[in-house]
């Protein structure tokens, strides 16, 4: 396990007090039979580097019926990241990749040109009152990779790099943070950190990346005397140096990377620079010519109308 930097500033240091760029708290929404937190894109901001979607489900038990599967749908010009902390999940996708994912796994899929996937319960879990909780992100790609193709990855827990020390433990899921690297490919420089801190610990925040964000999933935090509770998504300035301290026994998710190259649109489950791009998605959905989803071919979302 890699040691974590010196904390610097200290605690209460009030040059850091306006460090805070936003504080998004996030809005429920219904995904059909299940409601999540998303707290990206908001209001105040549509990404944190590439990070373009932030939902987080649960935690609680839930009776695992077919509303809790995710039905096969389609992607372009982006990543998803699935992280889950109870639970599992089978994930299936159009080019032939099945792969269930355990707490603390990493799955990410490169959508690019286009592809559809599936998530559903394992059938040993159908029927049943399971515990559940995760993370769902979309990572925009940028321009020039936005038509790249699709692709799947899985990373299990135990090959995730640990950083820690003094009450901080943490696992970098992808990209780089304090001098480490996750084994994911990315297209652009990016963070995603699931972190536990014992009460009075304190994290340091690198200042290697241009956007940085922590979303608080448990406990209590201060930031330069200012206290935060769990369910907030913390945006802060570029190249402060910051550290957040636990008040209590604390989860964080860090999250951010270097400043996408320029805006997005998004419709349903599309991202795109382009407008067109996207209206092209929407007919080859509506007609069929996405490939489908191997293991899962007889069930799809319909588009929105």
Avoid: C
């Amino acid at each position: 396990m890699r040691p974590l930097p010196s904390v610097d500033p200290q605690f209460g240091d009030i040059r850091a007090g306006d460090s805070v760029a936003d504080v998004i708290v996030p809005r429920m929404r219904d995904l059909g039979g299940f409601s999540v937190r998303r707290a990206l894109p908001s209001a105040e901001r549509q990404m944190v580097g590439p990070f373009i979607l932030f939902d987080q489900a649960g935690p609680g038990e839930m009776l695992i019926s077919e509303n809790f599967d995710v039905r096969p749908h389609p992607h372009i010009g982006l990543a998803t990241v699935t992280y889950l902390y109870d639970g599992a999940i089978v994930h299936r996708d159009s080019i032939g990749s099945e792969q269930p994912i355990y707490p603390g796994d990493i799955n990410w899929m490169t959508a690019g040109r286009g592809i559809a996937h599936s998530e559903r319960a394992r059938p040993e879990d159908r029927n049943q009152k399971r515990q559940f909780s995760g993370l769902q992100t979309w990572v925009a790609l940028p321009k020039q990779h936005e038509d790249a193709a699709p692709t799947f990855g899985h990373h299990p827990r135990a090959t995730l790099p640990t950083i820690g020390g003094d009450g901080v433990e943490l696992r970098l899921a992808v990209g780089t943070l304090y001098g480490e690297r996750a084994p994911a490919e990315t297209f652009s420089d990016m963070f995603y950190a699931d972190a536990i801190l014992d009460a009075g610990a304190a994290l340091p925040l690198d200042t290697e990346h241009e956007e940085r964000a922590v979303y608080l999933l448990e406990g209590t935090v201060d930031v330069a005397g200012d206290t935060f509770e769990a369910g907030r998504l913390l945006v802060f300035r570029p190249g402060d140096a910051l550290a957040i301290r636990a008040l209590t026994p604390a989860r964080l998710m860090l999250l951010g990377g270097e400043t996408m190259d320029g805006p997005r649109h998004i419709w349903w489950n599309f991202v795109s620079s382009s407008k067109e791009r996207i209206d092209e998605a929407k007919n080859d959905w509506k007609l069929g010519r996405f490939d489908k989803v191997f293991g899962d071919e007889n069930d799809f979302i319909p588009m929105p109308e």
